[in-house]
């Protein structure tokens, strides 16, 4: 039947596409990031550290969700005294989602085959066997420390290689590399995995897994010269110039972009340096743009400020075109969203805007051409860690312009995917063996 295909191809592909809303899908960005390796596996348990009951304290179960300080929580949150006009202009964008987001939830309130799979997401275990956990460090590495000591230009990291045989187009006999180590200087350079395989890499005692064919670009901020007022923040993004393609018909098809917003709860949390909108301005997305042509694709809060800004400002100077909004909702193991819909400030849901990007070959008459993308589509997922994102560039290649297989890059990105380039300052980050098993 139609309904054991989706759940068959969900458990293939991680992208459960709900029969009765085109438009809605569920993600299990395990099985969707598992697809860039061979040799090593996302471990589910390290992935979904939140939203699961048994988790211990970290855990948020849906019976402790009317516990009295939410309750308080609610109360003062759910109707701000009197909004004053960004408020109500935020509100009415609530309204309009609010029917589209309710819909997608009892699609998947509805798909009780799906629901048993998602109740037991943290605890799949991986099925080959002898698979087993990696060893874990008992410190984090904090990028953005190293990055900050001036011994950092000089740090490098240890790709391992394994034996690899190169399959040659025309059907030939394939070219067999044999294992080899690589030293590269790991900071503010372009750090690549060009081989079919999922490589080991060592840096500081710590071990990452690098999927097939990605590479990564990690910032080094040298903060102390920026403290001095040596070098500005500006300068630090114009470090992604190194990534701007010398030959003209490269570029990028797809731009995935999370930026650092200024935001009360990163700053309380201090997870991440935070930028101010300006800077963002700055960023050359027409230079990064492939010759036919890219989506571009933004993460925004749901600050109406921000929401402004975006439209009036960043998407013109980036010479971008708005195109569509598709929004993230979040659910716990239990599939309860994991805060009330009409919460003012913990939406239980966050957007990303769609555009396209003409480059700087083109003009932007060029963009009526691309194929048009349906408004209001979303996607439900369990989430990870602390604002990380599920991995949605596979939902988007089908609006992704220009020949294929489609050249993708994430900013700053805090992990890896296959055929992406990351540019960060920590795009290593969930690439730790913390986060892996072994097959
Ligand atoms: N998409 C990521 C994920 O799902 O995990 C989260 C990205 S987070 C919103 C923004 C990232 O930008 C953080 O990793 C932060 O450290 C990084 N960042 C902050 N300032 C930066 C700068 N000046 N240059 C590059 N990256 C920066």
């Known amino acids: 039947s139609q309904t054991t295909d989706q759940l068959s191809t969900f458990l293939e592909s991680g992208i459960y596409r709900f029969e009765s809303s085109n438009s809605v899908f569920f993600i299990d960005p395990v099985r969707v990031l598992n697809r860039s390796y061979a040799r090593f596996r996302v471990s589910p348990s390290a992935y979904y550290s939140r939203f699961f009951e048994s988790n211990g304290a970290r855990d948020e179960p849906a019976a402790t969700s009317t516990s009295s300080r939410k309750r308080k929580r609610k109360q003062k949150e759910k109707r701000p005294h009197t909004l004053n006009e960004r408020e109500q202009i935020a509100d009415q964008r609530h309204q309009e989602a609010r029917p589209l987001l309710l819909k997608a939830h009892k699609a998947l309130l509805e798909a009780t085959d799906l629901l048993a799979v998602i109740r037991n997401l943290r605890s799949e275990r991986c099925s080959s066997e002898g698979c087993q956990d990696l060893f874990l460090p008992s410190v984090e590495q904090s990028f953005v420390e190293l990055a900050s000591v001036w011994q950092a ?45 999922d490589v080991e890499s060592e840096f500081l005692n710590s071990r990452y897994i690098i999927p097939r064919k990605s590479s990564f670009y990690m910032l080094c ?175 988007l290649l089908e609006y992704v312009p220009g020949s294929k297989p489609a050249r993708c890059i994430e900013l700053f990105a805090r992990e890896m995917l296959g055929g992406w380039t990351s540019w960060g300052n920590e795009p290593l980050h969930f690439q730790e063996s913390r986060y892996f098993s072994r097959t």
């Open 153 to 197: 230009p000089l740090y490098e990291i240890t790709l391992s290689f394994p034996p690899y045989r190169e399959p040659t187009e025309g059907g030939g006999s394939p070219v067999v590399h044999s294992s080899e180590q690589r030293l590269i200087p790991v900071f503010n350079n372009l750090v690549v995995n060009e081989t079919n395989k």
């Open 221 to 395: 901020l040298t903060r102390f010269l920026w403290f001095l007022g040596f070098i500005s923040w500006k300068s630090d993004l114009g470090k992604i110039r190194d990534l701007i393609p010398a030959a003209s018909d490269c570029g990028f098809n797809l731009i995935l972009v999370d930026p650092p917003w200024e935001n009360s709860s990163a700053h309380q949390k201090l997870k991440y340096p935070t930028l101010p909108n300006r800077y963002f301005l700055s960023l050359p997305i027409k230079k990064l743009t492939h010759t036919e042509g890219a989506l571009l694709a933004l993460w925004v809060t749901n600050r109406e400020k921000l929401r402004g800004f975006v439209e009036k400002e960043l998407f013109p100077s980036w010479g971008v075109k708005y195109m569509a909004t598709l929004y993230w909702l979040k659910v716990k193991a239990d599939c309860i969203l994991t805060s009330d819909l009409d919460l003012f400030h913990h939406r239980p849901y966050e957007c990303l805007l769609l555009g396209y990007s003409h480059g700087e070959a083109r003009n932007s008459e060029c963009l009526s051409r691309f194929k048009p993308i349906p408004d209001n589509q979303v996607f439900i997922s369990i989430p990870g860690d602390y604002s990380r994102k599920p991995p949605i560039g596979e939902l």
